[in-house]
């Protein structure tokens, strides 16, 4: 996947503040502090299980057992990269597209959202990413971002809510699929 150059001095260290932050005005450092105005907060990601990847790479099988095994790995990668940059928990990512798509890269919804992720093409557009929206790595790169920057904002209920619904959350059905998904998904990482 192509990195832009201002993902560079975000490569290391314990925070990733990504193209969010720097929409929301907060400096980058190539540090390992976070920028200023920016306290640890409910995105901070523990350490990563040895077995993580392997452990993704099942619950992506279980929830479409017709990926192919390279999409698989790209899915998988795609989900730890973005997981680290964003500060989101693996288990997020993963419930996210499990609800979103069921796991079907090729997905579209009726409104036009796609991919993994179901990110709206006018959402990914100013973002500057490589490929489209259906593109795995893109579009998982897009939907943390907006997870991340919603969560970041509204806090974790109102920021996954607000991923589907957007500013007017009239409900929270979608937030409820999303933590059911999450808690399936951890026990699966955890076994």
Not at 25 to 37: F, R, T
């Amino acid at each position: 996947m192509n990195q832009t150059t201002h993902e560079l001095p975000l490569r290391r260290g314990r925070w990733r503040v990504a193209l969010v932050a720097m929409a929301a005005g907060l400096a980058l450092s190539g540090s390992n502090a976070p920028p200023a105005g920016l306290a640890p907060g409910p995105l901070e990601v523990a350490a990563e299980p040895a077995g993580l990847p392997e452990a993704i790479r099942n619950e992506l099988t279980r929830l479409n057992p017709h990926l192919a095994p390279a999409w698989v790995d790209r899915i998988q990668n795609a989900i730890q990269a973005s997981s680290e940059r964003h500060g989101l928990d693996p288990a997020l990512i993963l419930a996210v597209i499990e609800v979103e798509s069921h796991g079907r890269p090729e997905a579209r919804s009726p409104k036009g959202a796609l991919g993994l992720m179901q990110v709206m093409p006018y959402m990914m557009r100013p973002m500057g990413l490589a490929g489209n929206a259906t593109t795995i790595e893109a579009n998982i790169e897009a939907g943390c971002m907006i997870l991340s920057g919603n969560i970041r904002r509204l806090g974790e209920a109102d920021g996954i809510s607000s991923y589907f619904w957007g500013s007017q959350i009239r409900g929270v059905g979608y937030l409820n699929r999303v933590r059911a998904a999450r808690e399936r998904v951890e026990r699966a990482l955890a076994s």
